[in-house]
């Protein structure tokens, strides 16, 4: 079975650009999260998708980053723009249903200079 | 709010030491109690998990039980090996489904 994948693992941009994630999940999963994880800090929850609909975006700075997840399968995380304070791992997770074991991705290293 | 308190790190060992990371926790409710380990370059991957009080999770090698009078969930492991050299997360979800909290994470280094 393949795991939940992510891309691009590695972006640098300077600050005030837009950038990207984008996160494709287990096959057949219909919950899917991203967090963002801060150098030396446990992951925080940025947002909660249970199909194409949002459950929980309560942690997530809405005047600069956005997240949508078309059709239910993949979704796209974007900051526009970004802030030193950005440069963090961004991870997608996914699991069955809400109350399900949840399995990471690779995650995405941002750097903004 | 919830909240995760883990021990602080890093933590080096020898290899065939005893494994010790406290994790205590803040919750309303009855929250479920995880374990994640991040190895070297890898995503996370659940490590082992405890639904109610004095549960006891395990998973190669490792233990941790529920412990609600102390709001522990301490992971332990009688001998350690190198591979098992990563960072080592405690969580909670409060209700079945709800967001995951993290405590920062200990990075534990075994020595051959």
């Known amino acids: 079975e393949a795991g939940v994948a992510q891309s691009p693992r590695y972006k640098i941009i300077e600050k005030r650009q837009s950038v990207a994630f984008w996160c494709n999940p287990i096959?057949?999963?219909?919950?899917l999260y991203w967090y963002q994880q801060i150098l030396g800090q446990g992951p925080k929850l940025l947002i909660q998708f249970q199909n194409n609909g949002v459950v929980d975006d309560s942690q997530l700075p809405k005047d600069r980053f956005s997240a949508e997840r078309l059709k239910g399968v993949d979704s796209t995380l974007k900051i526009q723009p970004a802030k030193l304070e950005d440069s963090a791992v961004y991870l997608c997770?996914?699991?069955?249903?809400?109350?399900?074991?949840?399995?990471f991705g690779p995650g995405t290293r941002l750097t903004v200079t | 709010g919830n909240s995760v308190t883990q021990m602080e790190g890093p933590v080096t060992l020898s290899e065939e030491a005893f494994l010790t990371i406290n994790c205590t926790y803040t919750a309303t409710g009855y929250p479920s109690l995880f374990w994640y380990v991040q190895y070297p370059g890898e995503g996370l991957q659940l490590l082992l998990k405890a639904t109610k009080a004095d549960d006891k999770g395990s998973n190669k090698g490792f233990e941790a039980t529920y412990r609600k009078e102390t709001t522990s969930f301490h992971l332990e492991k009688g001998s350690v090996q190198v591979s098992d050299s990563a960072v080592y997360f405690c969580a909670l979800t409060e209700t079945s489904g709800s967001r995951l909290t993290f405590g920062e994470g200990t990075q534990l280094t075994v020595n051959p």
């Open positions: 997770a996914s699991s069955f249903s809400g109350a399900d074991e949840q399995y």
């Open positions: 096959s057949g999963h219909a919950t």
